[in-house]
């Protein structure tokens, strides 16, 4: 047992890190403090623990601390902490993809405008960021609509003869066959800028005038034109009047509910709400909300690719204010500040934000105790005698037995875990034997997990009759597994949904369930989120395979030999066509490498 009182007279009482772990030498939990002393003594109180934070005191069998030079250097080192080895008591964020933008080239005479999610490698100017890339398809929807510039990548632009199809539906000018002037295009390039950076109104100004010149010249379409763009900027201003503002701004509002808490973010840049989204990370400690953010902010920020905005408008005091806007400054380079009390617009988004954070997680909570029940439904209708926590799903996808790719999901009573989700290239099977790509998917898959690489599922679903049922049998039998309920879903004679057959393996029984079975609405949701991770997966290897020339998969044939064999030949029918003497006589190709080209080329 852990000897806290002994541990902690050798404790220091200077700014750290502690690391808690268990008997097995596994991380619990990562925490920072001011006064290190102080902060752990609070774990080994007599009273006042909420029952969550005693759990993960009678899990302690060793604490590491690490002493740091500043308060704020302890919030950076926490946070590297918890991203690198995940305790499951902190406050965990999931990953994602980085934000997405709206890219506009400065390279070009006629700048390209695109949605663009990475690293920012390309010379030209990033608004964002954007909180999904639907919000950044609607502001490019509204661009190309309102100031008409192209979206078509640069290999395309340098290539047209004729006007292409945005052309023709007025999303574009067509700069690509000099349709329009280089200075009129850059006049409508900065239009996009400056309503990109929030100048909305001097735009409209600017517009204004160039139409009533242009009616005074009695050009009449390119008044027209202008005047579309203005009414298209006054109702987008109309939409946003609430939003009315400058700066770059993140709002978050926080709620918590029966251990379950969301965060909301709402994304202010210029004084635009470029839309929100909702957080919900996991929390096994049973924070306040309060207590929530001061986790929540350091993680999402500190450490990752997000752009920290100057201001971070939030609905709850926080701890540690001081030293979380002095990691902020230091790693965006500008000052950051921090506000909790508010006034005017500012406090409306506050509201906004607390307000979708309450709703978005009742909703979810509500999601979830559906999901908890359709799976008291199932454990009822296979008759088991506890409840499912783990699902899995395998599929195969195919096009007449090309690319093959078999899919595993993974649901538990929370939803799809899809960290946990894999593919499976399917190899060396005849084309289009589903019954061998199943037992080559589900051998690989349990053979991994019966090494350690993950848990077994309670039950594991299979897309298809018996046939795939006895594939899944086989394997798991010749691998030792137990444990494992093995259920088949066969579609019915008219292959509708709601009309399947489940061989269900322990009971050797053909079970059919009612329509509106939630047992069965579960298992249709697990299958058909098999279905389209399946599908999804073999179109994009059946697609990279027919980008890929067919030379780049000969050993010895490199970029600089295939340059040599295109460039003698002309182009991948010709070299078909050539002899073995032929391809030989390409420089610096011996008559062995010929014959192995000449072999692969002819599925010799």
Not at 57 to 86: D, G, M, P
Not at 543 to 551: H, I, Y
Request: aromatic content about 8%; some cysteine.
């Amino acid at each position: 047992m852990f000897d806290s009182k002994r541990f902690l007279s050798t404790v220091t009482r200077k700014p750290g890190v502690y690391q808690m772990f268990d008997a097995d030498g596994k991380i619990l939990y990562v925490g920072k403090a001011k006064n290190l002393r102080n902060r752990l003594s609070s774990y080994f109180r007599a009273s006042g623990l909420t029952a969550k934070t005693m759990a993960l005191v009678q899990r302690i069998n060793s604490i590491e601390v690490t002493v740091a030079r500043s308060e704020t250097e302890a919030l950076v080192l926490e946070q590297s902490l918890i991203k690198s080895q995940r305790p499951p008591y902190n406050v965990m964020l999931k990953d994602d993809k980085g934000y997405p933008y709206i890219f506009l080239s400065s390279k070009d005479t006629f700048p390209r405008i695109a949605f663009h999610r990475g690293s920012k490698r390309k010379k030209g100017q990033y608004f964002g960021p954007f909180p999904n890339a639907s919000s950044v398809r609607d502001s490019l929807n509204f661009l190309q609509k309102t100031f008409r510039i192209r979206s078509c990548e640069d290999s395309v632009f340098r290539n047209r003869s004729r006007p292409c199809l945005q052309y023709q539906i007025q999303r574009c000018t067509a700069p690509c066959v000099d349709f329009i002037s280089e200075e009129d295009y850059r006049q409508d390039v900065r239009h996009a800028e400056m309503f990109l950076t929030g100048k909305s109104d001097k735009i409209i100004r600017e517009l204004a005038d160039e139409m009533d010149r242009a009616s005074r010249a009695l050009e009449f379409e390119r008044a027209a034109r202008l005047r579309d763009q203005i009414s298209a900027l006054r109702r987008l201003q109309a939409d946003q009047v609430a939003e009315r503002s400058h700066g770059d701004v993140d709002v978050l509002g926080v709620a918590s509910q029966g251990g379950s808490c969301c965060v909301h973010i709402l994304f202010i840049r210029q004084g635009r709400i470029l839309g929100s989204r909702s957080y919900f990370p996991d929390e096994r400690l049973g924070l306040s909300s309060a207590e929530l953010l001061s986790a929540f902010i350091p993680q999402f920020y500190l450490g990752s690719q997000r752009e920290v905005p100057r201001e971070i408008l939030i609905s709850e005091p926080v701890e540690d204010l001081e030293p979380l806007q002095q990691a902020l400054t230091e790693q965006s380079g500008r000052d950051v500040s921090i506000v909790h009390r508010l006034r005017g617009n500012r406090a409306t988004w506050v509201t906004m934000a607390q307000q979708a954070a309450e709703q978005n997680l009742n909703s979810r909570t509500a999601a979830q105790q559906k999901l908890q029940n359709r799976f008291e439904a199932l454990q009822e209708a296979l008759e088991l005698e506890q409840l499912p926590e783990r699902l899995e799903c395998f599929d195969i996808s195919h096009s007449a037995g090309e690319a093959t790719v078999a899919s595993c999901v993974v649901f538990d009573t929370g939803g799809p875990v899809k960290s946990d989700y894999r593919r499976f290239n399917i190899e060396n099977i005849q084309p289009g034997d589903d019954y061998a790509a199943m037992a080559q998917a589900l051998k690989r898959r349990y053979t991994r997990l019966s090494s350690g690489e993950g848990k077994f599922p309670n039950i594991l679903l299979i897309d298809g009759g018996k046939g795939q049922v006895r594939q899944a049998v086989e394997a798991l039998n010749e691998l030792g597994v137990v444990g494992v309920q093995i259920v088949g879903v066969a579609k019915g004679t008219t292959r509708k949904a709601g009309f399947e057959t489940l061989h269900v393996v322990a009971s050797n029984k053909e079970l059919v369930m009612s329509a509106d079975s939630p047992a069965l609405h579960l298992i249709q949701q697990v299958r058909d989120e098999a279905h389209r991770f399946a599908i999804t997966g073999h179109r994009q290897r059946r697609d990279k395979k027919r980008r890929e020339s067919p030379l780049e998969g000969i050993p010895g044939v490199g970029p600089a030999r295939r340059r040599a064999l295109l460039r003698h030949f002309g182009g991948l029918q010709e070299i078909r066509r050539a002899s073995v003497d032929e391809i030989a006589g390409v420089e610096g190709v011996s008559r062995k490498l010929a014959q192995d080209i000449y072999s692969a080329l002819h599925n010799e």
